[in-house]
Each structure stands twice: as C-alpha cells, then as structure tokens.
C-alpha cells in the first residue's frame, strides 16, 4: 500500500484566511459523504455546503492535501442534496473511488464524528469548547481533553504452508472470507492481541508474527493493523459467535474476498503474491502435516 507522503496532506487546525483554489468539501449527513451523483469517479463540492443551500450544523478544517485545502462538514438528516449530487455511504462508493479520495474521506468522518460526539464533557456534562492551535476539544469547567478517537484493530493472517486460514464473521457480505482481526484490550501489546484473537476466535496458536501494513477504517474508527503469522499448533474450533466459519485455503480454491481497497485484500493478496514467487520456500518451510 502506498503510504501517503508527507507532502501529500499536511494536517492543519486554521484554515487558511483567503479561500484558496480547488478546495474539496467533506460534507456528511450522517455517515453518507456529498458527492457528484453521476456513475462516474466520485468528487467532492469545491465550494463550502451554504454554496450549495445546505445548512451546517458543524464544520472545521482538515489541513491541506497536495497545496488545496479540506474541509469537513456535518449537515442535519432534513436536508436534501442539491441537484447533480446525492448523499452516498462510504462502502458503497468503493467502486467508485482511489485510495487518496478514501482515505481523505476517512478522515473527514472521523474528525466530524469526533466534533459531534464530544460536544459535552463525559466527566463533568459542561459544554466543551475546540481548543486552540490543538484537534482536541476542552471542557472549560474540568479542563479534561478529548481528543479523535481511534481503536486499533489487530489483523492477522495465518499461512500454513501454501494455504491460508480464512473465516468469515456472520455481519460479512454473503459468501466473503477474510483474515481474522480483534479490537486491541487495554495494556495489551499488538503481539498479544494477535496470539488471543487467533486463540479465541479459532483455537490455534501463531508463531512468526510479522508486520504487514496499516490502514485507517472509518467504520467507525478502526485503526487496522495487518500482521502475517505461521500456523504453529491446533485444530480449528469455533467458539466465538463473531466467527461463523473458517478453514484453510490455498490460492487456487480461494472464497470471496474482501473489496480490493481495504487492507484485508491486501494483506491476503501479498502473502498469496509471495507464496507463488517463492513457492518451494513458501512450501517447505514447516514441517506440518497438511490436514484435508
Ligand atoms: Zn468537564
């Protein structure tokens, strides 16, 4: 996955005094995201919501993305979209979007649901107010901080040999597979949750953790952390009811995968993509007896 570079977007807490051009505007109703309502490439208004006869209920700056500025904004659920453009939910655009325009949109939602959930203070119920030159949100009367908030998701994708173990949670699409992942528990390291998360949801013990990538996931705040790891021990058993089903599978007998924008795919495409450049290593470097 390309990382995006640090001259790409540039994160900022002002926005810039005069409008500057091609700006992109971030505008949500709900969790849908304003975009052009033709089947084409998705865009973004270059132009703030009350340009277009929508009425914000909050908006704030993002930073700058290649030199243009980015918006975000959140418009209540009475609103229409003006002509030309249409409310649209984030999965359902993947067909229509790159890497940039999602992930730029991940982090517009995350920051406008951030803004709108905090609001008030958790500790003392007073009105908090943004806090200047910092993306944190202050309670004047307690002085506690919020800030965005992000929960990391530890992924894991087992090899055994050639093939892969696969699982598919019950709230999946019909027929999708994908790598196994579990939210990260408080004091625990990513190593650990990955040895628990494997242990839980399918009963076998990993070795061999390696990093593979990370991606933000916007569904709502998920920061996902993919790791490869080598099967090292068990039997599958499912007992967690977020596992409905899984099992082994190699390259060429492959179930439905998960859209090839989310780190998943990636994840189960690179392994698959080293195991056929390298297969007699891929092949020969366990001794474990294959269980069909
Ligand atoms: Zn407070």
Same mark, same amino acid.
């Given at each position: 996955m390309r990382p995006l570079a640090e001259q790409d977007f540039l994160p900022g807490i002002e926005p810039p005094a005069e409008p500057a051009p091609g700006a992109r505007w971030y505008v949500f109703q709900e969790a849908r995201l304003l975009v052009s309502?033709? !089947?084409g490439p998705a865009r973004v208004p270059g132009r703030p919501p009350q340009d277009l006869a929508l009425r914000p209920l909050r908006e704030g700056f993002l930073g700058t993305f290649r030199g243009a500025p980015c918006y975000v904004a959140e418009v209540g659920k009475e609103e229409v979209a003006p002509a030309g453009w249409a409310f649209e939910g984030l999965r359902r655009l993947f067909a229509r979007v790159d890497d940039d325009f999602f992930r730029l949109a991940a982090r517009a939602f995350q920051i406008k649901e951030w803004d709108r959930c905090h609001r008030y203070c958790g500790a003392c119920s007073s009105e908090t107010v943004r806090k200047p030159g910092e993306r944190a949100r202050e309670c004047p009367a307690c002085g506690e901080l919020f800030y965005p908030r992000l929960s990391p998701v530890v992924m894991i994708l087992i090899r055994r040999g050639r093939e892969l173990l696969l699982a598919r949670s019950p709230r999946f699409p019909k027929g999708m597979y994908s790598a196994l992942a579990g939210f990260v528990e408080p004091g625990e390291t990513l190593e650990e949750t990955a040895a628990r998360e494997v242990r839980e949801e399918v009963g076998l013990e990993i070795a061999g953790l390696r990093y593979f990538g990370s991606q933000s996931w916007p569904f709502p705040h998920s920061l996902m952390i993919a790791f490869v790891a080598e099967y090292a021990g068990g039997e599958i058993r499912l !007992?967690?009811?977020?596992?409905e089903d899984a099992g082994w599978y190699s390259p060429d007998r492959l179930p439905e995968l998960p859209h090839p924008l989310s780190i998943a795919r990636r994840l189960i495409d690179g392994v698959i993509g080293q195991t056929q450049r390298k297969p007699g290593r891929a092949d020969s470097s366990h001794g474990i007896v294959r269980r069909e």
């Amino acid at each position: 996955m390309r990382p995006l570079a640090e001259q790409d977007f540039l994160p900022g807490i002002e926005p810039p005094a005069e409008p500057a051009p091609g700006a992109r505007w971030y505008v949500f109703q709900e969790a849908r995201l304003l975009v052009s309502a033709d !089947q084409g490439p998705a865009r973004v208004p270059g132009r703030p919501p009350q340009d277009l006869a929508l009425r914000p209920l909050r908006e704030g700056f993002l930073g700058t993305f290649r030199g243009a500025p980015c918006y975000v904004a959140e418009v209540g659920k009475e609103e229409v979209a003006p002509a030309g453009w249409a409310f649209e939910g984030l999965r359902r655009l993947f067909a229509r979007v790159d890497d940039d325009f999602f992930r730029l949109a991940a982090r517009a939602f995350q920051i406008k649901e951030w803004d709108r959930c905090h609001r008030y203070c958790g500790a003392c119920s007073s009105e908090t107010v943004r806090k200047p030159g910092e993306r944190a949100r202050e309670c004047p009367a307690c002085g506690e901080l919020f800030y965005p908030r992000l929960s990391p998701v530890v992924m894991i994708l087992i090899r055994r040999g050639r093939e892969l173990l696969l699982a598919r949670s019950p709230r999946f699409p019909k027929g999708m597979y994908s790598a196994l992942a579990g939210f990260v528990e408080p004091g625990e390291t990513l190593e650990e949750t990955a040895a628990r998360e494997v242990r839980e949801e399918v009963g076998l013990e990993i070795a061999g953790l390696r990093y593979f990538g990370s991606q933000s996931w916007p569904f709502p705040h998920s920061l996902m952390i993919a790791f490869v790891a080598e099967y090292a021990g068990g039997e599958i058993r499912l !007992q967690d009811p977020e596992i409905e089903d899984a099992g082994w599978y190699s390259p060429d007998r492959l179930p439905e995968l998960p859209h090839p924008l989310s780190i998943a795919r990636r994840l189960i495409d690179g392994v698959i993509g080293q195991t056929q450049r390298k297969p007699g290593r891929a092949d020969s470097s366990h001794g474990i007896v294959r269980r069909e």
